[in-house]
């Protein structure tokens, strides 16, 4: 015996621990072996042994040894087999190790790991299971994270979602989505289409989509269509295992009792509720704002709180808290007076009640009362938001059927019927969603209140009272119902059982549960364990894992469909495992037997190349003689790749190797995969060798026949790209040109090819490489054609040049036979070859609303743009496109083919055309009809239109066959409107399509239509359709013919008859033209008959109507089918279309017979057919009864009514043009209602509306009844107040012009009435009173007496003024007003009523003494015309205007204001049309002072400049509101020219606050961005306008003020700003496009900032810079830099133009800026960044160390340099002069001093005096100097010239003293008195000491800088002179820096001393607050 057996026999007598921790491997192995036999012989899970194995397998399972390892599994496998859930104790920690350990190592030991931890979850250590998967799939290594996530994949797919929690693994899978390896994110989504099967689709993607990225949520919505919810579990856990044979037993006991299992074994319904994280929302709601919001009295804000707390409540799931107080208060909320917090709060309560569910119990009970209560609201929005509410709160839970009993039977006695209905309606909603069980208990009580409701007198109430006793039935049956059926009368009782009977499904306890054919199969323990990988999901179809071991009996269950399969499925193959597993040559040996000789594979190891080529032959003929060869192909290629392996040297032993794996896979039956994998790496290598290239390609091709083209061509992608040798690049890509060639590309992926061609082959920088790109791309061409063009747009243009040759020399062919076919079948069904495998993109995402919103802007050029970016759309899909989201689009253009812009009909007719091409043939169903709105534009009379139209139909034609197109043609050729031109080239075009085709069956359909038109009166159409006929008959054949030759009339029967009978003799052709000349007159005769309104044509196939019944209809395939149950079906309703064809006409017409026969056809679409029958019926009779339908249905159908309410106006005005008075009358009764309705629904009429309607009621005003007459003037009021009175004052004018004189006197009267209602406020109305005054000359007495009441209310409105506008009368005119005005003065005395033109002139005087808002209160404000209904907040400054003087007293005549008080009054006060005499005045004053030569008359009007732009500012916006409501813009314009004028004058734009400023800018951005404007009167000229203000405005005013504004605008804009309201998202991208043109304004400034920037206030700027950028803060800067913000970039550019200009001094800037502050200012920062930035770029001079910061206190050890002599005199001198410059008054004379000192001393260097003084004065001085020697040069004196620029101190600001020579230094130390001073102040000393401190070292550093730049001068030395004492300048001296052409660039350190010098003197003040 050996030591090694004798050490193995040894350790079998060691104990267990022992043995498998014993240093031998072999011992350790064996131990596992017979611990694994031992578990496998245990039958009794309660076996005492199987507890003294469980603590072992935590350390065997982790052995170092690979074998020692695997075999432990095998040990812990069969523990896990014989043990029960008892083990599961030891789960987590053998789970650890197994993660830990195994899942890296041999495929083996991974595979038996996997199976390992199932057999723990079947044990139930799920949460041990899950534990360690959540460590695993943190593993740095992806190789350990795949297995790990295929096992969790596995073990939901076998135990299913009741087993395995669906919430743990929904937390696990974000982390994977993002991780870097492809297999891992493949696995996790796997997962994710897993979990999609047992939970549901929607609840995984509300959870995990959103944290996906976009491409991998593409990718899984592709996947999804591919997944069928509803799974069943393939395993049981071991618990439920064992109870099976018990039920067997039970089951066969109970024999053919129904079995319940099925119902046991069905999906399990997850909850997406459980799934989430509860949310909490009572923080953020806190700190919202909330509690204040609800407590405003104003009601935006109110709504905008209780919004917010419904946005914070739609999250799914909310974390349980206190919402007691939140819930009273919006309980109070429900009953506010503005419906729209009352909506808002509903909504609320909704949101709350799905997101608490139960937790909202209490709550909800509390609410009940009251939002039942609420129900009377008849707005339907309310009653929307109740009804959803209360259903959500029964739905989640919070209320159930007993708590409700109360309130719902408090409810159903409600006084409203409204309240009754809805209630019972709720209570159906809650029997059908409640179980039966609770039904039961609560029914006694609900039964007996239902009964009692059948009486009710209202049908609503009755009716929904019969549905809740059939939701009663239907649930648990008729029993409870019967006492109470008897009760009831025989209608009732049948309504009631009919009611039961279609409520659909069959009655509780009738119902019979069906069993399920066949059992589902769980899991055995025994069976093989089949590894399956997540991965494989994703390709749409999973496996059935079928167990090669399986009993007989047992079946795979398939995890596709859940489904049990039957012993078929065993024939089901698992899919080919492709990967190899690593083999060592040990291995192979030993399985390779006797197969090959010993001496050959010895041979083959030699190292002498002869004898590896000696055995290499050897080898093939023995593999040639071998009888079995399939058994042995793996097997031998494995020998052939590790010896002599792909690394061989010799070109002979290697092409050797080749031929014997190039026969092996030729001769095989079946070639491997894997063995694929194995050889394809050095195949592709010997292809890059001429010596072996020609054997390795016919390898390759080999291989394609053995396994595909595709798989080889998959394997050589990464091969290629990633190999060093570029041959074998260049020499792959011609080897895939040949195969290619000989295969086809149905077996390939086109896209991978394609985009390895273009990423790869045409990117390459060997030539050889791109030019075999180029022959494989053109090779392509020769199968897939043209289309393969699309996918090469972006290649360089030299490239497409050279792929256009090739192009050429590979032509398409079409379809091509293989030359090569592979042997075994391919599965192809992962992606279609050929030219279908050519990807179609999914453009759905593109599709964007504004994209279909463009479609239907008013802006030709907005609709433009749509079309055209639906054709980029297009070249960017590369033409070709999915079906998925067109919809909407073809939408979108059909409605463009009705476009008034031709030009834009044919641009969509060719975008059309592009979309089906691109689309292919799946554009049939998506398009839904839009061929035949194409068809239908070869109706028209261009030709132009005519070819796009065709052009369009050979696209279409490339996309569809022929057939599919017919329908449509026959409908178009039949149809009565298109023109003879356009049928004509129809015909012409079908004659042109079926010339090219040899039969064609469908073409007979054309036959009749083609036989109709023989009958034509065209000639042109009749030969058209001859030669159409000609063709049909060719391609129909005869037999077709004959069958349809009985249809076929007139001319063309003798044409066929020709053709089919050859011995037909054809009638003479002149009379067939006579036949058609009389069937065309009958026709014309026909058509002009018209019978009550009903139009009887007979141009059309159809018999004509008879008496009572409507024409026939030509039905097509998209026609809509009228609905019974809807008496109003709005489906497909196109009112926008409608509206377009309306002629807007003010003077009325009576209808045309074809009109009346369009309204027919609008009401057969869109009415109930019992409705128009009656309503189109000639008896009147009927008539009246559809209006009565109507009228009791106006309240309930007030959305379906106003979508059809202009067919309805149309009908209106059918009637009111008859004679039937009680149909008449009967419309005047409904009318009224109707626009109650419409009021009710705050709707207003569209301008279309109006034009049909009210032309004709203003015609028909006059009618001869006066009863009629006085409904009809009641109604013209009803619509004056609910439409707009200037709308509608032009059809009343236009009745002033009738011949019936009736309509003019009610004309006249109606003029009076809007006089007296709403005042002269109408545009027009005074112009037009020259009109009535008109009619007092005619005959009719009545007409005078009107008229002159008329004008007599004018007068009294007037007074005298009214002669201004009576225009042009005769004597007896003017002496008849005369007299009704006296009279009328004469009854105003009477009434006491004043005298006339009082109120006028009482109103103008009280507006200006009071305001509007007090005139309005006291009354005497008019009724203006209706603002806008969005109320808006007003932020501009009138408040200022009011400081102005007072206003002076006189009241403004006729003629308008006398002055400039009384003009700004005016502008201030006065309504938009009365400012504009203001304006006018204002504009007449700024241009005489323009052209004022002194510029005194500016100099006045400077200080009210800012009070006018205030004033103008806010007027503004009521203009604009004003003339969006219909009145005229010419408000608008003077108030945008009066603003030009001002801002024209520098002084005045100057004079503007910075408020001011904002307000005004803030205006004109709005309204250059409201899409509102352009729809205004002279729209495009006020957009026109208000740019070039904004230009002006920026041109002229305070570049300072504007910088800070517009910075100040860049912050998001509260929404109230807004003219228009918007939703959330509308809001923000409202605010994008505003920073967008805020940014654009800052741009402009910008650029100009070199020239300007000596007039900007740099410390004021750079304020505004850190005040924006601190409220940012870092974070959100950091954030926004990610995301390119606009606004963040500009502000930076900004910065870093101001640090490029200024350089270093610019840190001399910030004595506004609280530099001190910790953390440090943001601001500094970024200067310190642009500074290194533009020093390093060479842009400045820096003036010390780069990167130095100047923001911390340093120390300098350089002493101050010695004080010396100096002259005093000429010291105290220069001082002096210093003072007088420092000074306002006498700086001039300042300045000619120290001119004259420079002359006197011209070596003397002034400035070195003031090198501590700000940069503006020296400045100021510098330039000072230049212009007083330029103007001593031209003679002229200091008084006689002021200086251009003003000096600093003008600006009211103290200049700078000059100390004399006894003054103590700056920095001296202080006295006792400055501490005082700190105290008083309240500053911290320690600020002012450390600024102090930081001011000594700059200083004590710069003065050797400083030093050097001075020049010496050696009559004067300045060293004895003291540094200038700032302490006495405020900070603001260095806000005025003045222009120089040729700034000095001071020292950093100089600046920065500058800067800190002015911040501590704010400091001492106590002015400078920390920010």
């Known amino acids: 015996m050996s030591e090694e057996e004798k050490l193995l026999k040894d350790a079998k007598k060691l104990p267990w621990e022992d043995r498998l921790a014993h240093k031998n491997w072999k011992v350790r192995n064996e131990a596992n072996v017979d611990l694994a036999s031992v578990c496998d012989s245990i039958t009794d899970p309660k076996d005492p042994r199987l507890r003294e194995f469980g603590h072992l397998f935590r350390k065997t399972v982790a052995d170092s040894n690979a074998p020692v390892q695997e075999k432990a599994l095998d040990a812990l496998i069969a523990f896990l087999k014989a043990a029960d859930s008892d083990a599961s104790r030891y789960g987590k920690e053998v789970c650890d190790a197994i993660a830990a350990k195994c899942l890296t190592g041999r495929p083996k030991t991974v595979q038996k790991a996997q199976e390992a931890f199932l057999l723990w979850v079947e044990l139930e250590a799920v949460d041990a299971f899950l534990d ?190 206190d919402f007691s107080e939140i819930c009273r208060t919006l309980k109070k909320l429900i009953t506010d007076v503005n419906l729209a917090v009352a909506v808002e709060a509903i909504q609320a309560i909704g949101n709350l009640a ?247 594979i010895s041979q083959l190891k030699s190292t002498v190349w002869k004898e590896r080529l000696e055995a290499t032959l050897s080898l093939k003929e023995e593999i040639a003689g071998l009888q079995d060869l399939d058994k042995s192909v793996e097997i031998l290629v494995r020998l052939l790749c590790a010896v002599p392996g792909w690394n061989e040297k010799n070109v002979q032993v290697q092409q050797q190797v080749i031929e014997i794996i190039t026969y092996i896979s030729s001769t095989a039956a079946k070639f491997p995969k894997k063995c694929v994998v194995l050889c394809i790496t050095g195949t592709s290598e010997r292809v890059a060798d001429i010596k072996t290239r020609a054997s390795a390609m016919k390898c390759l091709t080999a291989f394609c026949e053995a396994v595909g083209p595709g798989f080889v061509f998959e394997r050589l992608y990464k091969i290629m790209k990633e190999h060093k040798n570029p041959k074998v690049l260049s020499e792959g890509l011609l080897w895939m040109v040949s195969a290619v060639d000989d295969f086809g590309v149905s077996l390939l992926k086109l896209k991978d090819v394609i985009d390895f061609c273009k990423d790869v082959g045409l990117q390459s920088s060997a030539a050889a490489t791109r030019n075999a790109t180029i022959k494989l791309l053109g090779v392509l061409h020769k199968f897939v054609g043209p289309d393969i063009k699309g996918f090469l747009n972006d290649v360089k243009p030299a490239l497409l040049s050279a792929l256009d040759t090739e192009y050429e020399k590979n032509p398409f062919e079409g379809t091509v036979a293989p030359k090569r076919v592979v042997k075994t079948s391919v599965s192809t069904s992962n992606s279609a070859g050929g030219l279908d495998s050519l990807p179609r993109e999914d453009i759905s995402s593109k599709i964007t609303p504004n994209l279909l919103k463009g479609f239907e802007s008013p802006d030709w050029k907005m609709r433009l743009e749509s079309i055209e970016a639906v054709n980029k759309i297009l070249e ?76 369009a139909l050979d696209m279409w034609l490339g996309a569809v066959h022929l057939d599919k197109m017919i329908p449509y043609i026959i409908i178009a050729l039949t149809d009565g409107k298109m023109g003879a031109e356009g049928r004509r080239d129809l015909f012409d075009w079908l004659t042109k399509q079926l010339a090219g085709l040899s039969d064609f069956v469908d073409a007979i359909h054309l036959l009749k239509p083609a036989s109709t038109a023989m009958t034509d009166k065209s000639a042109d159409v009749r030969k058209a359709a001859e030669g159409c006929i000609s063709e049909i008959l060719r391609v129909s054949g005869q037999e077709t013919i004959e069958k349809n030759i009985k249809d076929i009339q007139g001319p063309a029967l003798a044409l066929v008859l020709e053709k089919v009978r050859p011995g037909y003799v054809q009638e003479p052709f002149e009379s067939a033209k006579a036949m058609a000349g009389s069937l065309s007159k009958g026709v014309s005769k ?187 003037r009641e109604l013209m009021k009803q619509i004056i107040q609910a439409y707009s009175v200037a709308k509608t004052f032009p059809y009343i004018l236009e009745g002033l012009r009738s011949k019936n004189n009736r309509t003019r006197i009610e004309c006249s009267d109606l003029i009076g009435y809007l006089l007296e209602t709403c005042g002269t406020e109408i545009n027009g109305l005074l112009k037009h009173l020259n009109m009535v005054a008109s009619l007092t000359a005619e005959r009719d007495g009545e007409l005078r007496k009107a008229a002159l009441n008329t004008m007599a209310t004018g007068y009294k409105i007037l007074g005298d003024d009214i002669w201004r506008y009576v225009g042009k009368l005769t004597d007896a005119q003017k002496s008849m007003l005369d007299d009704r005005f006296k009279w009328k003065i004469k009854e105003m005395e009477k009434r006491r009523e004043g005298r006339p033109g009082d109120a006028r002139a009482a109103l103008r ?226 605010n994008q496009k505003f920073s967008d043109l805020v940014v654009k304004c800052l741009i402009k400034l910008t650029k100009l900032l070199q020239s300007t920037i000596y007039e900007v206030d740099l410390d004021r700027l750079l304020q505004s810079i850190h005040v924006y950028l601190q ?143 700000s940069e503006a004065f020296r ?10 020697e330029k103007n001593a040069a031209a003679g002229r004196t200091p008084s006689s010239l002021p200086l251009s620029t003003p000096p600093p101190s003008s600006l009211t600001l103290p200049s700078p003293d000059i100390p004399s020579l006894d003054v103590k230094p700056l920095m001296n130390p202080r006295s006792d008195s400055y501490t005082d001073d700190i105290r008083a102040s309240n500053i911290n000393p320690g600020t002012l000491d450390a600024i102090r401190e930081r001011m000594r070292t700059m200083q004590l550093a710069s003065e050797p800088v400083s030093k050097a730049m001075m020049p010496t001068n050696e009559n004067l030395s300045t060293d004895n002179i003291p540094p200038m004492n700032q302490q006495n300048i405020p900070p603001s001296q260095m806000e005025a820096e003045t222009p120089h052409p040729h700034p000095v660039g001071l020292p950093m350190d100089e600046k920065a001393l500058s800067g800190l010098q002015a911040r501590m003197q704010r400091l001492k003040g106590g002015s400078l607050e920390h920010m």
């Open 876 to 951: 960017e899909a590369n033409k070709r496109i999915q079906p998925t989201g067109t919809g909407e689009l073809f939408g979108g253009l059909r409605g463009r083919l009705l476009d008034s812009n031709k030009n834009l009909v044919m641009q969509t007719l060719t975008t059309i055309g592009g979309v089906a091409s691109a689309m292919g043939p799946t554009v049939e169903k998506a398009s839904k009809g839009t061929l035949s709105d194409v068809l239908k534009c070869l109706g028209d009379n261009k030709k132009h239109m005519r070819e796009c139209t065709l052009a």
């Open 1671 to 1813: 409220e940012l803060g870092m974070e959100e800067i950091r954030r926004r830099a990610g995301a390119d913000d606009k606004p963040l970039r500009m502000v930076k550019t900004v910065l870093h133009e101001l640090v490029k200009l200024r350089g270093a001094a610019i840190k001399g800037h910030l004595s506004l800026v609280p530099i001190d502050m910790r953390p440090q200012p943001i601001i500094l920062a970024y200067i310190d960044l642009n500074l290194e930035t533009l020093a390093a770029a060479r842009m400045l001079t820096a003036t010390g160390p780069v990167g130095q910061t100047h923001w911390t206190d340093s120390t300098a050890n350089n002493p101050s340099p010695p004080a010396n002599s100096a002259d005093v005199q000429l010291k105290q001198e220069l001082g002096a002069i210093f003072k007088k410059i420092g000074d306002k008054q006498t700086s001039t004379i300042g300045l000619y001093d120290l001119y004259h000192i420079t002359k006197a001393y011209p070596k003397v260097d002034i400035f070195s005096q003031l090198q501590n003084a």
């Open 1405 to 1630: 005087r009280s507006v200006r003494e009071n305001g509007p808002e007090v005139a309005e209160q006291s009354g005497d404000l008019p009724q203006m015309v209706p603002g806008p209904l969005f109320p808006r907040q007003n932020y501009g400054i009138s408040e200022q205007v009011l400081e102005r003087n007072p206003v002076p007293q006189t009241i403004a005549g006729v003629n308008g204001p006398t002055d400039w008080n009384e003009a700004l009054d005016i502008i201030m006060f006065g309504s938009p049309e009365q400012s504009v005499e203001g304006m006018k005045v204002v504009c007449h004053e700024l241009a005489q002072a323009s052209n004022d030569p002194d510029e005194s008359a500016i100099d006045e009007l400077v200080k009210d400049a800012d009070g006018l732009v205030s004033c103008l500012a806010n007027k503004v916006a009521k203009t604009f509101d004003v003339s969006l409501m219909g009145a005229s813009s010419r408000s608008c314009k003077y108030v945008l020219n009066t603003l030009m004028q001002t801002f024209q004058n520098k002084k005045l734009a100057h004079a503007v606050k910075e408020g001011t400023l904002t307000s005004l800018i803030t205006e004109l951005l709005l309204w250059l961005l409201d899409e509102r404007v352009p729809r205004m009167e002279d729209g495009s000229q006020l957009l026109k306008a208000l740019n070039v203000l904004m230009l002006k405005i920026l041109d002229n005013a305070d570049r300072t003020s504007s910088f800070v504004v517009l910075i100040s605008l860049l912050r998001p804009l509260d929404p109230s700003r807004w003219p228009s309201p918007a939703t959330a998202e509308g809001y923000a991208i409202r």
């Open 354 to 600: 799905r997101g608490l569910r139960t937790h909202f119990s209490a709550s909800s009970r509390f609410m009940l009362p009251v939002l039942l209560e609420k129900l009377k609201e008849k707005k339907p929005t309310v009653a929307e938001a109740l009804t959803q509410t209360l259903q959500a709160m029964y739905k989640a839970g919070c209320l159930n059927l007993v708590d409700i009993i109360e309130d719902v039977k408090t409810a159903v006695k409600n006084k409203v019927p409204l309240v009754r209905s809805l209630t019972l309606n709720w209570l159906t909603f809650c029997l059908e969603t409640s179980n039966k069980a609770l039904i039961l208990k609560a029914h006694k009580e609900y039964v007996p209140l239902c009964m009692e409701c059948l009486n009710d007198g209202t049908p609503d109430v009755r009716d929904a009272a019969f549905s809740a006793l059939a939701a009663i039935a239907k649930s648990v049956g008729m029993r409870p119902l019967e006492k109470s059926l008897e009760k009831l009368d025989d209608v009732r009782r049948k309504k009631l059982s009919e009611m039961i009977a279609s409520s659909g499904g069959e009655l509780a306890g009738t119902s019979s549960v069906q069993s399920s054919v066949g059992s589902t199969t769980t899991g055995n323990a025994e069976a093989s364990f089949v590894r399956k990988s997540a991965a494989s999901m994703l390709s749409g179809k999973r496996p059935a894992p079928v167990s090669k071991k399986a009993a007989p009996g047992k079946t795979g269950g398939s995890k596709k469909d859940g489904a049990v399969r039957n012993e078929s499925s065993k024939s089901v193959e698992p899919p080919e495992d492709v990967e190899p597993a690593e083999m060592g040559l040990e291995e192979i040996e030993n399985r390779l037997g006797s197969l090959v000789k010993p001496e050959t």
């Open 1086 to 1272: 026909v058509s002009k008959s018209t019978s009550n309104g009903t139009l009887k044509q007979g141009n059309r196939s159809r018999a004509l109507p008879t008496k009572g019944s409507r024409p026939d209809q030509i039905t097509s395939a998209h026609d809509i089918a009228i609905q019974s149950q809807s008496l109003l079906n709005t489906k497909d309703s196109n009112k926008d279309d409608r509206e377009r064809l309306v002629v807007r006409r003010i003077k009325f017409e009576e209808l045309r017979a074809e009109q009346i026969q369009d309204l027919e056809n609008d009401m057969m679409k869109f009415f109930r057919e019992d409705l128009q029958k009656r309503l189109l019926s000639p008896d009147f009779k009927k008539q009246v009864d559809g209006l009565d339908i109507l009228q009791k249905a106006l309240p309930s159908l007030s959305k379906e009514i106003i979508e059809v309410l202009d067919i309805l106006l149309r009908w209106f005005v059918l009637q009111l043009c008859k004679s039937n008075t009680t149909c008449l009358l009967k419309v005047l009764e409904v009318l009224p209602e109707l626009f109650n309705t419409l009021k009710d629904e705050e709707y207003c009429l569209t301008e279309a509306e109006a034009a049909i309607f009210l032309p004709c009621l203003a015609e028909k005003l006059g009618h001869n009844i006066e009863k009629v007459r006085e409904k009809m």
């Open 1819 to 1828: 400045t100021y001085i510098r330039d000072g100097l230049a212009q007083v």
């Open 132 to 321: 360690t998967l959540e460590k695993a799939i943190k593993n740095k290594v992806a190789k350990a994270v795949v297995p790990a996530v295929d096992v969790m994949f596995q073990a939901l797919s076998d135990f299913g979602s009741k087993i395995i929690p669906p919430k743990r693994i929904l937390k696990m899978l974000p982390e994977l989505f993002d991780h870097q390896d492809q297999n891992v994110r493949a696995s996790a989504k796997g997962v994710t289409l897993e979990l999609c099967r047992w939970i549901g689709k929607d609840p995984v993607k509300s959870i995990l989509f959103e944290k996906m990225r976009d491409t991998m949520k593409k990718e899984l919505e592709a996947e999804l269509a591919n997944v069928s919810v509803g799974a069943k579990p393939a395993r049981k856990i071991r618990s439920e295992q064992d109870k099976e044979p018990e039920a067997e037993a039970s089951s066969d006991v109970v024999g053919d009792r129904p079995s319940e299992e099925p119902v046991a074994d069905a999906p399990q319904e997850i909850d997406e509720y459980d799934l989430m994280d509860p949310v909490d929302i009572l923080t953020p709601l806190e700190k919202s704002g909330f509690w204040d919001g609800v407590k405003a009295t104003k009601w935006s804000e109110r709504k905008e709180a209780v919004a917010e707390l419904t946005k914070l409540a739609s999250t799914k799931k909310i974390a349980p808290g």
